[in-house]
């Protein structure tokens, strides 16, 4: 017979155990890993933890882009220029991929905050069968259509370089998904470091393809394109084999008793929709830009914009990594309902992000000369030498200013408010950017320089505008709660 006591000791046992599924949900103690642990404590350690892997990660494909650009600027001024109009057609094709990452990550983050694993995975295994029916559509779209971009987009004589290079592109595009879809859920569940291992072995493995593939097997623009492929292929093996054969992450799935959910789908398509158009106007901003200066200029133009770019995109690689954890950290803190917790990560975040891109513009500005001759080395590239030394240095004025932007877009992801974010981009890309471009090259009579200072003049006037509104919404929620309370 049981004494009075042992029944009182049991039942606390029981409660004790109840109230330690609340706190995780489903959650079985060994499943919450490292990664959730950093999501779910402080926010300042967190945005340290999950972005300085990816930061790492980053710093080698800043690398591999470094010696991507390096390569292709060996076969002359027109694969450069070639690579410049492609260049909107791989922006678009990376936007449905990482847009659906960010919508599937971001709900998987949410849920980890509100401690719902079965969420967790029922919204991963939506994720990649909506990642597979994205591929089939993009790459039968993409083959089809891809002479009739480049003629439409004013390529001229580079279209058959550009051609060549898009193709490979297209066809791998199920690599890509994969690939950033994956990467995109170790991120989201807090696993950055492996989510660090994967991206840097395809970018060193691109580093050493490179040469082979476009001068050994004498493969040109294509050549490049293929090495991206080859590359990104071996990343998504790695994770592959985490997810569906170590099976050792947080996520699981279960793709035999997978039955389509709307809800699921419409809270991943939230924020993953708005995600890929942001991205997506980026790439339709590139491709307007590109006309402006084909106008004001010619295809010289489009090269020195498309290497400038790339030399931008490079420095701000840290805040991207920045960024991407402010997703998941944020993300995290709304399935909380702790809304201080995400300001405080986003002002934190901020104020790093800021302080590294102030350092790297410097250091670009003094090295612009010596950056610029890197990318012009062959002979027929050497004449757009000091139009790209002059832009170098003009655009290190938006490395600091786009932090505010970039991390605020972030929070809004986490927070599932894809659409506020849609429209901070489309603000600052399809408006104030081509806006300025237009007004400063034609108006002011400045030609290629408008275009310059009027593409840093629309970047920095949207992100302090994205800024200020995420801090007004950060306000109101906090408010909201508060009052809730009383």
Same mark, same amino acid.
């Given at each position: 017979?049981?004494?009075?006591?042992?029944?009182?000791?049991?039942?606390?046992?029981?409660?004790?155990?109840?109230?330690?599924?609340?706190?995780?949900?489903?959650?079985?103690?060994?499943?919450?890993?490292?990664?959730?642990?950093?999501?779910?404590?402080?926010?300042?350690?967190?945005?340290?933890?999950?972005?300085?892997?990816?930061?790492?990660?980053?710093?080698?494909?800043?690398?591999?882009?470094?010696?991507?650009?390096?390569?292709?600027?060996?076969?002359?001024?027109?694969?450069?220029?070639?690579?410049?109009?492609?260049?909107?057609?791989?922006?678009?094709?990376?936007?449905?991929?990482?847009?659906?990452?960010?919508?599937?990550?971001?709900?998987?983050?949410?849920?980890?905050?509100?401690?719902?694993?079965?969420?967790?995975?029922?919204?991963?295994?939506?994720?990649?069968?909506?990642?597979?029916?994205?591929?089939?559509?993009?790459?039968?779209?993409?083959?089809?259509?891809?002479?009739?971009?480049?003629?439409?987009?004013?390529?001229?004589?580079?279209?058959?370089?550009?051609?060549?290079?898009?193709?490979?592109?297209?066809?791998?595009?199920?690599?890509?998904?994969?690939?950033?879809?994956?990467?995109?859920?170790?991120?989201?569940?807090?696993?950055?470091?492996?989510?660090?291992?994967?991206?840097?072995?395809?970018?060193?493995?691109?580093?050493?393809?490179?040469?082979?593939?476009?001068?050994?097997?004498?493969?040109?623009?294509?050549?490049?394109?293929?090495?991206?492929?080859?590359?990104?292929?071996?990343?998504?093996?790695?994770?592959?084999?985490?997810?569906?054969?170590?099976?050792?992450?947080?996520?699981?799935?279960?793709?035999?008793?997978?039955?389509?959910?709307?809800?699921?789908?419409?809270?991943?398509?939230?924020?993953?929709?708005?995600?890929?158009?942001?991205?997506?106007?980026?790439?339709?901003?590139?491709?307007?830009?590109?006309? =402006?200066? #084909?106008? @004001?200029?010619?295809?010289?133009?489009? +090269? !020195?914009?498309?290497?400038?770019?790339?030399? *931008?995109? $490079? /420095?701000?690689?840290?805040?991207?990594?920045?960024?991407?954890?402010?997703?998941?950290?944020?993300?995290?803190?709304?399935?909380?309902?702790?809304?201080?917790?995400?300001?405080?990560?986003?002002?934190?975040?901020?104020?790093?992000?800021?302080?590294?891109?102030?350092?790297?513009? =410097?250091? #670009?500005? @003094?090295?612009?000369?010596?950056?610029? +001759? !890197?990318?012009?080395?062959?002979?027929?590239? *050497?004449? $757009? /030498?000091?139009?790209?030394?002059?832009?170098?240095?003009?655009?290190?004025?938006?490395?600091?200013?786009?932090?505010?932007?970039?991390?605020?877009?972030?929070?809004?992801?986490?927070?599932?408010?894809?659409?506020?974010?849609?429209?901070?981009?489309?603000?600052?890309?399809?408006?104030?950017?081509?806006?300025?471009?237009?007004?400063?090259?034609?108006?002011?009579?400045?030609?290629?320089?408008?275009?310059?200072?009027?593409?840093?003049?629309?970047?920095?006037?949207?992100?302090?505008?994205?800024?200020?509104?995420?801090?007004?919404?950060?306000?109101?929620?906090?408010?909201?709660?508060?009052?809730?309370?009383?």
């Amino acid at each position: 017979m049981e004494t009075a006591e042992e029944k009182g000791n049991m039942e606390e046992k029981k409660e004790e155990s109840m109230d330690e599924k609340e706190k995780t949900g489903i959650i079985p103690p060994q499943k919450v890993t490292e990664g959730v642990g950093v999501l779910l404590g402080d926010p300042k350690k967190a945005v340290v933890k999950l972005s300085i892997p990816i930061i790492v990660a980053m710093s080698v494909q800043t690398i591999y882009s470094l010696t991507d650009t390096f390569w292709v600027a060996g076969l002359g001024a027109d694969a450069l220029a070639a690579i410049g109009f492609s260049f909107p057609f791989f922006v678009i094709q990376m936007a449905l991929t990482s847009g659906l990452g960010v919508g599937g990550g971001a709900a998987i983050s949410r849920r980890i905050g509100a401690r719902d694993k079965a969420g967790v995975d029922n919204v991963a295994v939506h994720t990649f069968v909506l990642m597979i029916i994205l591929t089939v559509a993009l790459t039968v779209l993409g083959l089809a259509f891809v002479r009739d971009l480049f003629m439409y987009s004013g390529a001229g004589d580079t279209t058959a370089l550009g051609v060549s290079y898009a193709r490979v592109i297209f066809a791998g595009s199920f690599v890509f998904f994969f690939a950033n879809v994956a990467n995109s859920i170790l991120r989201s569940e807090g696993d950055a470091n492996r989510a660090m291992q994967s991206m840097i072995l395809g970018s060193a493995l691109n580093i050493g393809l490179d040469p082979i593939f476009i001068y050994v097997l004498g493969l040109g623009v294509a050549g490049a394109a293929l090495a991206t492929v080859v590359s990104f292929a071996f990343s998504g093996l790695l994770m592959f084999y985490w997810f569906f054969i170590k099976k050792d992450t947080y996520v699981s799935f279960d793709f035999h008793s997978f039955k389509f959910n709307k809800a699921i789908a419409s809270d991943i398509f939230r924020v993953g929709i708005p995600s890929s158009v942001e991205q997506i106007a980026l790439a339709m901003t590139a491709l307007l830009m590109n006309l =402006i200066i #084909v106008n @004001v200029s010619n295809t010289d133009g489009v +090269a !020195v914009y498309a290497t400038g770019w790339r030399v *931008a995109s $490079i /420095a701000v690689a840290p805040l991207i990594g920045v960024s991407i954890s402010v997703v998941s950290i944020s993300g995290a803190a709304f399935g909380e309902n702790n809304f201080k917790k995400a300001r405080h990560a986003l002002i934190y975040a901020t104020e790093i992000g800021f302080l590294a891109e102030a350092l790297i513009g =410097i250091a #670009v500005y @003094v090295f612009a000369p010596q950056i610029a +001759a !890197v990318f012009t080395q062959a002979e027929t590239a *050497a004449r $757009i /030498a000091p139009e790209l030394t002059r832009l170098l240095k003009i655009m290190t004025v938006f490395y600091p200013a786009v932090t505010f932007g970039m991390l605020s877009a972030s929070l809004f992801q986490g927070a599932g408010k894809g659409t506020s974010a849609l429209i901070a981009t489309l603000l600052r890309s399809l408006v104030l950017t081509p806006l300025f471009a237009l007004l400063l090259a034609y108006e002011f009579g400045w030609g290629l320089l408008g275009v310059w200072w009027g593409l840093v003049t629309g970047t920095v006037s949207g992100s302090l505008i994205t800024f200020a509104w995420a801090q007004v919404y950060l306000r109101r929620m906090i408010k909201a709660k508060e009052a809730n309370e009383k």
